[in-house]
């Protein structure tokens, strides 16, 4: 029915997350240059790929606000609707990366909150979308919150690289966060399971974003089908032995 | 643009609303920072550094610029001038759109102005309006709370390129709490991601006028307010039309 329904990448993620999983706790030796406890190493896996995922929905969520405001058929509320979702995924993402953070951090510093300035920049980034979701809720018309909320996406969008150059700036910041072994010191073994690891969470984020634009559009049409209990009443006296509509279990 | 400018202006004059908001908010919340908060005493002030930290001071040479003042009263007290001047900002500049919806003036001048038009003399009102109000909160902060400025025209100038940053954006975000259906507390919101840069910039830059360190972030603000305002002005027509 759907022809991306069985792409197959989707049909890779699977054994591909499993084999990453048995590699990352197999394969890969803990690390002992700097971790308090090495085994608690393997957060790059899982950490750092959410982080950069957290960025990365939130410029696409830029890109679709610009093609709603500014692109041809700019108007079209299913661009609308993709910046939500991005935002949806992108604040799941940070959340995520947050949370397993501050983990790490009560292991390896003994607090989960240190005032890094990853940690600021995430949590800046989960006020912005936190305000974008705000925004949203508290206007009713259709039209004029995609236009509000797209501009303020944009807005945010504009102003996030600059916070992240900013805010090792800010007075009370200093990094804890072991930058070294990522840019420099991580072993080949590490260095593809992580990159193995940042794909697998691309491709999963991205099947979430399109499953949920997926369902937007089934809910559009049936929302203009009519009410719901009325088309299931209609369609059983129109075809009794008619099947369940495809696509609601993708 | 001139015509939106000085309808806004005689409003303004006849019924205060923003500047009272703005005003009011400003200096209620200085006068109980000023009250409340300890700004003095050890590790605020170098007076009361112990007589082992000054020697070390002295034999390494390092010049002590101001004796009444650490880098962290400093700090803490530029803080608290960018908070109150931001929430006072983001309170008091919305109610320059929130008033024409209200009094159901916004679909008139939807009417008659172009948004640009209307953008521009709305931008033009609100950096005048936030520059008085920093202007007439500047010196009951000085004298309440009693920073030492080692460099009054950076500070100044800092306050005064920030200021107007501030009201470009507060401008942007003022049209969007307008139109949505929660009027005012939705704008600190919103203002933050957008305006942090400013008050990172401003805070650090204050606080290194006061201490005559370095750090000049006055042209990174001017920068920022010309980016902004640009992006807000491309931006405005799609929030504020019908």
């Known amino acids: 029915m759907n022809r991306r329904g069985l792409a197959f990448w989707k049909l890779l993620q699977g054994p591909a997350m499993v084999g990453l999983t048995l590699l990352a706790y197999f394969w890969a030796k803990p690390l002992n240059n700097g971790f308090q406890v090495p085994e608690a190493a393997r957060i790059i896996f899982w950490h750092v790929p959410m982080a950069m995922l957290g960025l990365l929905w939130f410029f696409v969520a830029g890109y679709h606000a610009v093609r709603f405001l500014f692109g041809r058929g700019s108007g079209d509320l299913r661009s609308d609707s993709r910046v939500s979702f991005a935002c949806e995924v992108g604040l799941a993402c940070t959340l995520l990366a947050t949370f397993s953070g501050m983990i790490f951090a009560q292991v390896q510093w003994r607090t989960p909150w240190n005032w890094d300035p990853k940690q600021v920049s995430i949590l800046v980034l989960i006020m912005i979308y936190v305000a974008y979701f705000g925004l949203r809720m508290s206007v009713d018309e259709p039209q004029l919150r995609a236009r509000l909320t797209s501009a303020y996406a944009i807005l945010g969008a504009v102003a996030a690289p600059l916070l992240m150059y900013v805010v090792p700036h800010l007075p009370q910041v200093q990094t804890l966060h072991p930058t070294q072994v990522l840019t420099g010191g991580l072993d080949s073994k590490w260095r593809l399971i992580w990159m193995g690891f940042t794909v697998v969470f691309l491709g999963v984020t991205a099947w979430l974003f399109e499953l949920r634009v997926r369902l937007a559009a089934l809910e559009a049409r049936r929302s203009e089908a009519g009410d719901p209990e009325d088309q299931v009443v209609v369609e059983a006296v129109r075809r009794p032995s008619g099947g369940a509509t495809t696509g609601a279990a993708g | ?242």
């Open chain 2, 1 to 242: 643009m001139a015509a939106v400018f000085l309808k806004d202006l005689r409003s303004e004059l006849r019924t205060p609303s923003a500047i009272s908001t703005l005003g009011m908010f400003v200096l209620t919340t200085t006068v109980l920072v000023s009250l409340t908060v300890v700004t003095t005493g050890p590790g605020l002030d170098m007076n009361a550094l112990d007589g082992a930290a000054l020697k070390e001071a002295v034999r390494t040479g390092a010049r002590i610029y101001f004796p009444g003042q650490t880098l962290v009263r400093a700090q803490l007290l530029s803080a608290f001038f960018w908070i109150i001047l931001y929430f006072g900002a983001l309170t008091g500049i919305p109610r320059v759109f929130t008033k024409e919806e209200e009094q159901h003036t916004a679909v008139l001048l939807r009417l008659v102005a172009r948004p640009s038009a209307i953008f521009a003399g709305k931008l033009i009102f609100n950096v005048i309006l936030l520059e008085l109000v920093a202007a007439a909160v500047t010196p009951i902060y000085l004298l309440l709370l009693q920073p030492v400025i080692a460099r009054p025209f950076d500070f100044g100038a800092h306050i005064f390129v920030g200021t107007a940053s501030i009201s470009g954006t507060a401008t942007l975000i003022g049209a969007m709490v307008s139109r949505s259906g929660n009027r005012g507390y939705l704008a600190v919101i919103l203002g933050l991601g957008p305006l942090l840069p400013v008050l990172v910039a401003g805070i650090n830059g204050t606080a290194a006028a006061m201490q005559g360190t370095g750090g000049n972030y006055v042209l990174g603000l001017v920068s920022y307010l010309g980016m902004m305002t640009a992006l807000s002005a491309l931006l405005f027509e799609k929030v504020w039309r019908d």
